[in-house]
């Protein structure tokens, strides 16, 4: 069974950076294309980064390309969010995700099958 833990959330002020970590474990991690979501108070969830399963590729929604870099190590099992020039709309829970397709982690569906418990970012003025 494959689980997943967050870690690096917390409080940071608007144009700050933050970097978000989720260590995989449970299965062969190089068998699974990776990704983050983020979900906003009384909002949808949404795809926030997506990469693949050797890291070579990295797919990002237009509002997040050149602030947010995701990477992956898989001699650690682990992958990484960088995220820069961070907004008040950027608040949210993130949460990394899990699956053997990459489209699943690219565009959310189908759901991915494994997913972390959610770490907090929030965007203070």
């Known amino acids: 069974q494959v689980q997943l833990v967050e870690s690096g959330g917390g409080l940071v002020q608007a144009g700050g950076s933050l970097s978000l970590s989720c260590q995989f474990s449970g299965r062969m991690f190089s068998g699974y294309a990776m990704g983050w979501f983020r979900q906003a108070p009384g909002k949808k969830r949404e795809p926030v980064a997506a990469i693949d399963w050797d890291g070579n590729n990295a797919y990002y929604p237009e509002s997040m390309k050149g602030r947010f870099t995701i990477a992956r190590d898989n001699a650690k099992s682990t992958v990484h969010l960088q995220m820069r020039n961070l907004g008040q709309e950027d608040t949210a829970v993130y949460y990394c995700?899990?699956?053997?397709?990459?489209?699943?982690?690219?565009?959310?569906?189908?759901?991915?099958?494994?997913w972390g418990q959610g770490t907090q970012v929030t965007v203070s003025p």
């Open positions: 995700a899990a699956d053997a397709s990459l489209t699943s982690i690219h565009e959310g569906n189908p759901t991915p099958t494994y």
